[in-house]
């Protein structure tokens, strides 16, 4: 089963890139944002994709990303994957340092090292909503 769900969000990712590369074609777009939450909903399980997105602290993160796909669905793809931007942003900004911590262990990026170093001082001391000053210095 979670093999079925790695594979609807791997399709979804792949539809959402394509669809903005073929100048944010919205049949795409919503495609692709549909089998991302499928397989984010297998992968996890419904009352755990509902917990996550509907904890206090990430209804406004939650709120835009859920608006951003009812808009890409009305057809507007351009203000709709903004929308989504910035609450997959805010809903995931916890998990961002991991990423890019994992990432910097593969390989050794300079700048990712760097931002991996700020972004776990940040992190150990709670500073969530001031992660983002170590991108943008």
Known sequence: VIRIGVGLVGFGVFFLLFGMILYMDSVLLAFGNILFLSGLAIIIGLRR??????QR???????FFLG???????????LGMLLETYGFINLFR???PIAFGFLG??????????VRKISVRHVLSG???????????
């Open 105 to 114: 262990s593969l390989v050794n990026i300079p700048f990712l090292s760097k």
């Open 68 to 78: 951003g796909i009812i808009i890409v669905l009305l057809r507007w793809p351009v």
């Open 94 to 96: 916890s998990f961002f």
């Open 127 to 137: 500073e969530h909503d001031s992660i983002w000053l170590a991108w943008f210095p």
């Open 57 to 63: 602290q990430k209804l406004k993160g939650t709120s």
């Open 49 to 54: 994709t509902f917990g996550f997105f509907f």
